[in-house]
């Protein structure tokens, strides 16, 4: 499970480091996609397998066909060096506004990369006593 986050920079290649706390159940050889709200998402392996297979369950509809390419379109495999670190492809670099400083999040099943002034600026927790509020209807109670 990924939990936490880590602060890291992009070298002039577009490489940046696996923390080393994600590494291990990351592995050497990830998926990395589009993801929500500005940021990509990084799936190990085993994870992304079971998210395409989901994917795939998706209605035939203009909803569930724009999902599908979503994630599919710009999904890259992407393989850790000797040195921990993996190439972030130009174009999802662009697309999620990564320049310099990265943001990666643990978030259970996957790791989200941001970029810095977007993960300041997003307020991603939004107003959390109502979000808490509305987890009762599904099981979920603090």
């Known amino acids: 499970m990924f939990m936490g986050e880590c602060f890291h920079t992009l070298d002039p290649k577009g490489r940046i480091i696996v923390p080393s706390k994600f590494r291990e159940e990351l592995g050497e050889h990830f998926i990395l996609t589009m993801g929500l709200d500005g940021c990509l998402f990084a799936y190990p392996m085993e994870e992304w397998i079971q998210f395409v297979e989901r994917l795939r369950t998706l209605p035939g509809t203009k909803e569930g066909r724009q999902l599908q390419r979503h994630f599919m379109a710009f999904a890259a495999e992407v393989d850790?060096?000797?040195q921990g670190r993996f190439l972030i492809p130009t174009k999802l670099r662009?697309?999620?506004g990564l320049v310099k400083d990265v943001v990666l999040v643990g978030v259970l099943t996957k790791i989200e990369l941001w970029s810095?002034?977007?993960w300041e600026e997003s307020n991603c927790f939004g107003d959390m006593?109502?979000?808490?509020e509305h987890m009762a209807e599904h099981?979920?109670?603090f």
């Open 80 to 82: 850790v060096d000797k």
């Open 116 to 118: 810095k002034e977007r």
């Open 139 to 141: 099981g979920i109670n």
């Open 94 to 96: 662009e697309q999620a």
């Open 129 to 132: 006593d109502d979000i808490a």
